[in-house]
């Protein structure tokens, strides 16, 4: 039986970068089986961009949902979806056209396929214009576990997940979860890890991180590293250590 891949792109108020973010997924070599985005109560043109994609290109469908924060948005998506691999876009981030065929031959070479996929990442502004490549040269189970305890040092955008580590490990927590925004990725990442989920690397840039005035990493800045605090200890308290 054929291996279906879902992508989810969580979507609010990101009227600028969403259509580039989208068709980067369109046009990978391999193509996704489904793209679901997942509008978050934007309140600016996005509404009307995600409705014209969903239009032009009948693998990307479209849901719009009351504002609850990433965590929610990307839970519906994984809740509407059909893959058996889920990966994550951020609306505002780039796919290489070779992401998903390059984290499937990988895959497939693993004789034990619970396991994560994630890659290299490049930064680039808001132009498009690369800044920094940011590699992990540390990678090993032990030492990524050791560094991942010290902060979220996976970008999501470059991940690749099966649909049964999601069932093992949980949907992602909302934004009710912390009070306030951020940290959802690296809650889901700490949890995954004392749960003894795998990870492969991939030592390739396969996604461009954008980085902008209106990304919300920037603006709740502040809000996402006191979480990291609140998040590790949530999850000491959930796993006795």
Known sequence: MKMKISVIIPVYNNEKFVRES????????????????IDDGSTDNTNEILDELSDEYSIVSMYRVKHGGIGHAINEGIKKSTGDIICWLSSDDIWKPEKLETQKIVYDEEKNKDKIIFSDWEEITEFGDTTRVNRYPFFSTTNFRITCN??????FSTIWIPRSIIEKVGLFPTKDYFETNGGE??????????????????????????????????????????????????IEKEFGY
Do not use: F
């Open 185 to 234: 990725d690296y809650y889901w990442l700490l949890r995954s890890i004392r749960l003894n989920i795998d990870y492969v690397h991939i030592p390739v840039s396969l996604v461009k991180y954008r980085v902008h005035d209106n990304m919300l990493t920037k603006k709740v800045w502040g809000e996402v590293k006191e979480n990291e605090r609140r998040i590790k200890d949530r």
């Open 22 to 37: 989208v068709e980067s997924a369109v046009n990978q070599t391999l193509q996704p089986d489904e793209i679901i985005l």
């Open 150 to 155: 010290k902060s979220c040092v996976v970008n």
